[in-house]
């Protein structure tokens, strides 16, 4: 088994890698995997088991900068949106929003401080 960075690593060199293709539904698929291994590498946290509106918090509890937390939360809510979009998303959009998932990704992993704390991980079930 690989470790949760070279995992991310390999994410990121997925959506770079897709998001070359036509495909915008493949693309908003690859930006969320993305996001959501990165916000485990940095933040220690595992968005899926959160309610978007508890995401914020948890960000910035996990040591993320409230602005990139945002963003952060902004991007995962409109990819889970695209995703089950009845008509595929956008093209330009879906690779905008990728590029600048790491763009943000890259300036999470120079900043985010996780702390990795049972008591953390207890406040947030």
Known sequence: TSSPAKELA??????????????????????????EQAILVHAGLNVRGLLADERQEALESAAIFSEDAARLCELLLRCEQDRFAPEPPDLQTVREASEEAIRLVGRISKTAKPRRTKKTAEALR
């Open 10 to 35: 390999d994410k990121q060199r997925d959506l770079v890698d897709t998001a070359k293709t036509g495909d915008s539904r493949k693309i908003v698929g690859a930006t969320l995997r993305f996001l």
